[in-house]
């Protein structure tokens, strides 16, 4: 569904992402994990359009959208939930959900997602739907995050850090949600910093190092393997 294939991109004149390759399929979850710096948010932010690749090629069903600007890559099906949740703060919850509205195109698969289908997943949200986004708690406002990329009605969607300064009885909740959402036929690309979230919702595990890919595989064959979790997870 999602194809990148050597990509390279650069803040100015460093080279940060050298050469990227891999691929999401149709329906899955696949976590990137690396430590701070490694090039995670840039992988995101290059597949978004908010930054262009100097070099490569990413492709998403049939379109390439490497040099796509950032609004018509969302337009594809390519939603995005930003690091630090990007709430507005002078918008109450409904109007925070509404302002992102899109119709479905006819002829893509899964769920038709309005306000109604995201207060069922997140009743909370329908709850305090008056009350000012910034009013709500940490977890809450990562649901009024993922509320406001479906209501984009994508058909990717692409999580940067879900877990971010939350507790740890809230990301348990957070890996229900990606798995919740992955049942709806999403796939998704889930950037991480933690281990247990990555390998509670993903089906693949990519780890980066400096700007590539350094390994892949399972959930289960990284919390096999102590020496990888060591080397580039900072796992002791
Ligand atoms: N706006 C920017 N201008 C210049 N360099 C940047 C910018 N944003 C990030 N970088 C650099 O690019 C590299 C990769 O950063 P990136 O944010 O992609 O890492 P990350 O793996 O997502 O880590 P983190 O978990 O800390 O966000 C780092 O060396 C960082 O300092």
Request: hydrophobic letters at 40%; a neutral charge.
């Amino acid at each position: 569904m999602l194809e990148l294939a050597d990509v390279h991109t650069y803040y100015g004149t460093s080279h940060i992402l050298q050469g990227v390759t891999f691929s999401v399929p149709s329906g899955k979850c696949v976590a990137l994990l690396g430590r701070n710096g490694a090039g995670k948010s840039t992988t995101i932010h290059t597949i978004a359009g908010l930054l262009k690749p100097k070099k490569g090629d990413i492709r998403f069903q049939d379109h390439k959208v490497s040099t796509l600007p950032s609004h018509q890559i969302s337009r594809l099906g390519i939603g995005l939930v930003p690091q630090g949740r990007r709430i507005f703060p002078s918008l109450t919850i409904r109007e925070n959900l509404t302002m992102a509205a899109r119709k479905r195109k006819a002829n893509d698969s899964g769920t038709d997602w309005d306000i109604e289908k995201v207060y069922e997943l997140f009743p909370v949200l329908k709850e305090r739907e008056k009350n000012m986004g910034t009013q709500l708690s940490g977890g809450q406002q990562q649901m009024l995050a993922i509320g406001r990329a479906l209501m984009t009605n994508p058909q990717f969607l692409l999580m940067d850090e879900p877990s971010e300064g939350l507790a740890p009885v809230i990301i348990d909740q957070v890996g229900e949600i990606v798995c919740k959402l992955k049942e709806t036929g999403l796939s998704i690309l889930m950037v991480e910093q933690n281990i247990s979230l990555a390998c509670q919702a993903a089906d693949e595990i990519l780890i980066m190092n400096k700007g590539t890919i350094v390994w892949n595989g399972t959930p289960v064959e990284l919390l096999e393997n102590e020496d990888i979790q060591h080397k580039y997870l900072g796992v002791s």
